[in-house]
């Protein structure tokens, strides 16, 4: 399974002003987080959904098909969200958000 760039950084970054150079590297790495995790999500409903047309009969993988299966989840997953839906561009707009909320509870001096 594919790991989750790090967000500790983009939360751990102080406000960044519009257009810097800063932002457009956090941007970048909000989209690659973004479009990682709508790969795992695409790889989680595959791999759910296959029981329900799971072959059987002699024409059925039997367990090497089962060894592989998984691997072939992640590849469909991974094509869904690269060529799919489009999850991971809402999903940026949230995890964005969500930072600059944090941003601005921060230099407020709020702590939770």
Do not use: Y
Request: with cysteine.
């Amino acid at each position: 399974m594919q790991e989750i760039a790090s967000m500790a950084s983009l939360a751990a970054a102080p406000s960044i002003s519009k257009g810097s150079a800063t932002e457009t590297a956090r941007n970048a790495q909000l989209k690659k987080v973004a479009q990682q995790f709508e790969a795992m999500f695409m790889t989680e409903m595959i791999h759910c959904a296959r029981p329900a047309n799971q072959a059987s009969g002699p024409f059925a993988g039997g367990k090497s098909e089962e060894t592989w299966q998984m691997f072939m989840d992640q590849a469909l997953g991974q094509a869904a969200s690269t060529n799919g839906p489009g999850g991971d561009q809402s999903l940026h707009k949230a995890i964005e958000k969500a930072l600059r909320d944090a941003d601005v509870h921060f230099s407020q001096g709020h702590v939770r």
